[in-house]
């Protein structure tokens, strides 16, 4: 879905004009991501001190969902969609971002065991993702669940998974950590595999708000993907669902 540029001066004051009752959790946002922002060394040390802050209030919430069936809902709008755009219990996942498995405790039931690999760059919310296997009894799939620094992903296999998946991550990532994404996803990949992302459209400036949500044009991230051997297809039947996000399919290029 195409947003407006939520950066400008102009579009800040009208919304606040709108919904008054928010602008105080707004400055409250504001201040603790400055606050955090002054702490770190580079983008994904900020947003892991981020996803900590969130996570200490409501695991949940750290990963976009307001409450317990929201949470639900959207895991279960995510594991529909693929089933039907391709997966499979034979195929090797690699989630990117798993959270605290909102989607991923479906998908790791429904592969075989063993098949799926959740990684993340926060520790709250993979213990919060441990909890959620003991929860649904998922332990007998084996599925790994892995801290990382970055996005290099150095230690996976070269063209290991058939599919690669990540739900807002890319929406909470500067272009230079999509980019270093999209070289380690290339290789990770399996020649016939694909890797679905989506990402906050825009149709006009690219921008951010607060360094914790960016949007990009979709033309900028297709680029991107050919940049690094890999081509890209926009998905217009995900634009159906209730959701904010777009989403783009890239495989190897043929």
């Not at 230690?155 to 270093?180: C, M, N, Q, R, W």
């Not at 979709?218 to 991107?224: F, G, K, M, V, Y």
Request: aromatic share 12%.
């Amino acid at each position: 879905m195409t947003a407006k540029d939520r950066s400008r001066l102009l579009f800040k004051v009208r919304y606040a004009a709108r919904n008054p009752g928010r602008i105080v959790p707004y400055a409250r946002r504001r201040g603790r991501d400055t606050w955090l922002w002054l702490r770190s060394r580079d983008h994904l040390s900020y947003y892991r001190a981020v996803m900590a802050s969130d996570a200490a209030r409501s695991h949940e919430g750290a990963v976009g969902s307001k409450t317990r069936e929201s949470w639900i809902k959207i895991g279960q709008m995510q594991f529909d969609y693929l089933i039907g755009h391709g997966l499979k219990p034979g195929d090797r996942m690699l989630e990117i971002g798993c959270g605290n498995l909102r989607a991923g405790r479906l998908f790791i039931d429904y592969l075989d065991a063993g098949n799926y690999y959740g990684i993340d760059i926060s520790p709250d919310i993979l213990l919060a993702a441990a909890d959620t296997v003991t929860e649904f009894g998922l332990q007998p799939k084996m599925p790994y669940l892995t801290l990382v620094r970055d996005m290099g992903l150095a230690f996976l296999p070269d063209g290991y998974f058939t599919v690669v998946h990540a739900h807002s991550v890319f929406s909470h990532s500067p272009i230079e950590v999509i980019d270093k994404c999209l070289a380690s996803v290339r290789r990770v990949m399996a020649p016939d595999g694909f890797f679905d992302f989506t990402f906050d459209r825009t149709e006009g400036a690219e921008h951010h708000v607060l360094r914790e949500d960016f949007y990009y044009r979709t033309e900028t991230l297709i680029a991107l993907a050919e940049k690094h051997g890999l081509q890209a297809r926009f998905m217009d039947d995900w634009e159906l669902l209730p959701h904010e996000q777009s989403k783009l399919r890239v495989t190897h290029q043929a």
